[in-house]
Each structure stands twice: as structure tokens, then as C-alpha cells.
């Protein structure tokens, strides 16, 4: 139903220009964990293989926000070559019981799917998912975050009250 993880790898920030430009309480590190990589990269989009994703859930800490679980494709989800749509009950159930277990700590941080491209960047469609989702989502951290995994690499970027900006990649 979902994965849990728990090893540090990949960290993101907003990009050096854009950090004093934004009021958002993503001012901060946003790390991926290992496995939670390791896991969504499996549904690259090689050959033929229809788009795939989920959602992220993760927790919050001073100075930096860990994205350490992944939703992974179910029964419910619609997708094909150049589009996926997640089952939303689903989802929420996911979400709820993770929340639950995890006694309020871990919560929805946002999607994650799949595109045929070598070199993913949002679609317009993924854009305007992305402002429906914030618009009407309870966010915790004041942003929520698109990954979008590519068959060679990844984007990441989160929506806040400043629209879609893409996370870059610190080199550590």
C-alpha cells in the first residue's frame, strides 16, 4: 500500500535567488530519502509503459522537510502513455492512516508521477493539478511538492503561494 523509509540522500532548495523572494515556510532544505528514490524510479517510463505515481507524504523538521514516503500505483489509478490520474479515496486513506499511525507527525507533501521523457519538466496539465491542489489543500508546511521522475532524471518542485518553482539540487 505504501513504503516507508528512512535513509537520507537527495537534497533540494529553492533556487539561491528565489529564497528571500518567497514568504513560504519552504525556506528551507527538502530531502528525499534513498529508498523512497529507489522506489519511484522503478516505474520509469521505459519502452512502452503507461505514466505511473502517487502521492508523498513526509514530516517536517527545523530547517528542512523529509519526504520519506511514497504512494505506490493501485487498482483505482487511470493512466496512460501521456497522463495518470490517482484514486483519490485512496489516497486519503493512505494519507489518514499514515497520519494516524504516525501520531499527527508525518503528512501530505504532495504527487509524484511519471513522464516519457528523459528530462521531465511539468506539462501544463501537471501545472494546473499542482494550483487545484494547493488552492484547495490544508498544507502544514505552506507548499506542496511535484516529482516528476524522468527516464534518465528527476524534477522536484513545489507549489506555494508563488506558483510552481523547481527545487534545485545541492550538491553535498
Same mark, same amino acid.
Given at each position: 500500500? =505504501?513504503?516507508? @523509509?528512512?535513509?537520507?540522500? *537527495?537534497?533540494?532548495?529553492?533556487?539561491?535567488?528565489?529564497?528571500?523572494?518567497?514568504?513560504?515556510?519552504?525556506?528551507? $532544505? !527538502?530531502?528525499?530519502?534513498?529508498?523512497?528514490?529507489?522506489?519511484?524510479?522503478?516505474?520509469?517510463? /521505459?519502452?512502452?509503459?503507461?505514466? $505511473?505515481?502517487?502521492?508523498? *507524504?513526509?514530516?517536517?523538521?527545523?530547517?528542512?522537510?523529509?519526504?520519506?514516503?511514497?504512494?505506490?500505483?493501485?487498482?483505482?489509478?487511470?493512466?496512460?502513455?501521456? =497522463? =495518470?490520474?490517482?484514486?483519490?479515496?485512496?489516497?486519503?486513506?493512505?494519507?489518514?492512516? !499514515?497520519?494516524?499511525?504516525?501520531?499527527? #507527525?508525518?503528512?501530505? /507533501?504532495?504527487?509524484?508521477?511519471? @513522464?516519457? #521523457?528523459?528530462?521531465?519538466?511539468?506539462?501544463?496539465?501537471?501545472? $494546473?493539478?499542482?494550483?487545484?491542489? =494547493?488552492?484547495?489543500?490544508?498544507?502544514?508546511?505552506?507548499? *506542496?511538492?511535484?516529482?516528476?521522475?524522468?527516464?534518465?532524471? *528527476?524534477?522536484?518542485?513545489?507549489?506555494? #503561494?508563488?506558483?510552481?518553482? $523547481?527545487?534545485?539540487?545541492?550538491?553535498?
Amino acid at each position: 500500500m =505504501f513504503i516507508r @523509509h528512512n535513509v537520507m540522500t *537527495l537534497i533540494y532548495q529553492l533556487p539561491r535567488d528565489s529564497l528571500q523572494e518567497s514568504n513560504s515556510a519552504m525556506n528551507r $532544505a !527538502v530531502i528525499l530519502t534513498e529508498s523512497l528514490i529507489k522506489i519511484v524510479t522503478a516505474y520509469r517510463q /521505459f519502452g512502452n509503459r503507461n505514466e $505511473a505515481g502517487g502521492i508523498l *507524504l513526509g514530516r517536517m523538521w527545523p530547517g528542512r522537510s523529509v519526504i520519506e514516503i511514497a504512494s505506490t500505483p493501485g487498482q483505482g489509478d487511470k493512466s496512460g502513455r501521456y =497522463f =495518470f490520474e490517482r484514486d483519490s479515496l485512496r489516497a486519503q486513506h493512505i494519507i489518514k492512516t !499514515v497520519w494516524q499511525e504516525s501520531k499527527g #507527525e508525518i503528512n501530505y /507533501f504532495g504527487e509524484w508521477h511519471t @513522464h516519457p #521523457e528523459p528530462h521531465p519538466c511539468p506539462s501544463l496539465r501537471d501545472r $494546473a493539478m499542482m494550483t487545484e491542489m =494547493f488552492d484547495g489543500t490544508i498544507s502544514h508546511q505552506g507548499a *506542496l511538492f511535484l516529482l516528476i521522475i524522468g527516464t534518465c532524471s *528527476l524534477w522536484l518542485g513545489q507549489r506555494d #503561494e508563488n506558483g510552481l518553482q $523547481a527545487l534545485e539540487r545541492v550538491t553535498t
